[in-house]
């Protein structure tokens, strides 16, 4: 067992014991030499074993442990794509699984900068085209988009977040999550969201 392979089972807990995922939806990555640590396919985030992940090269390719997410070649995407990534989580949060399912959005940037904290930690968040879970088609589409976006929304599925490491990530994903929250909130009401001026101050 490694120190990064605890904080793995410690976050996934942590995100299961506080709803935000929930059953055995999810999964949570970290960068390890040459490849990935990921949570094994079919496990619930809230009772990962340290010893029981599964080791993906960057390539997608299984190397050892148990049967990998069958979302692990979205997660080795995002690395290729942002060589800095240290760490990614994908949710199938609800408020944001609920945005992701909403008619209109723009695919460009999929919800707007209602507050600082979420300019700064999550930025332009990209919709994807809806794919089946673990189609690999999505895996080019997502790999493309996340060069210019640490944060996707899976049209119909939910967020896929990369950050430096895996508290920076997690703390990405759960303000997606809940700028998701307000948004859906106001949804009937007029709202004023940062304007371009105070996004830029921010970013």
């Known amino acids: 067992m490694t120190e990064i392979s605890q904080q793995i089972a410690d976050l996934g807990a942590s995100l299961f014991h506080r709803r935000l995922t929930h059953g055995r939806t999810g999964n949570i990555s970290a960068r390890s030499g040459d490849g990935l640590l990921i949570t094994p396919t079919g496990g619930s985030l809230g009772d990962l074993s340290p010893d029981g992940l599964s080791f993906v090269s960057l390539a997608g390719e299984h190397l050892s442990g148990p049967r990998p997410s069958k979302e692990a070649f979205l997660h080795a995407a995002l690395y290729r794509a942002r060589p800095a990534a240290g760490a990614v989580v994908h949710l199938h949060s609800t408020y944001s699984v609920a945005v992701s399912c909403h008619d209109g ?7 707007p900068p209602l507050t600082a904290y979420y300019v700064m930690r999550v930025g332009r968040l990209p919709l994807l085209p809806y794919h089946a879970p673990g189609d690999p088609a ?18 119909n599925h939910g967020p896929i977040v990369a950050g430096g490491d895996l508290g920076s990530a997690a703390d990405a994903v759960e303000e997606l999550e809940e700028t998701a929250r307000l948004w859906l909130l106001l949804r009937e009401r007029p709202i004023r969201p940062l304007t371009p001026e105070q996004v830029r101050s921010l970013t």
Do not use: K, S
């Not at 997502?142 to 049209?155: D, F, I, P, V």
């Open 138 to 155: 999505l895996g080019p589409i997502a790999e493309r988009a996340a060069r210019t976006a640490h944060a996707l929304l899976l049209a």
């Open 105 to 111: 959005l723009d695919p460009d940037d999929a919800l």
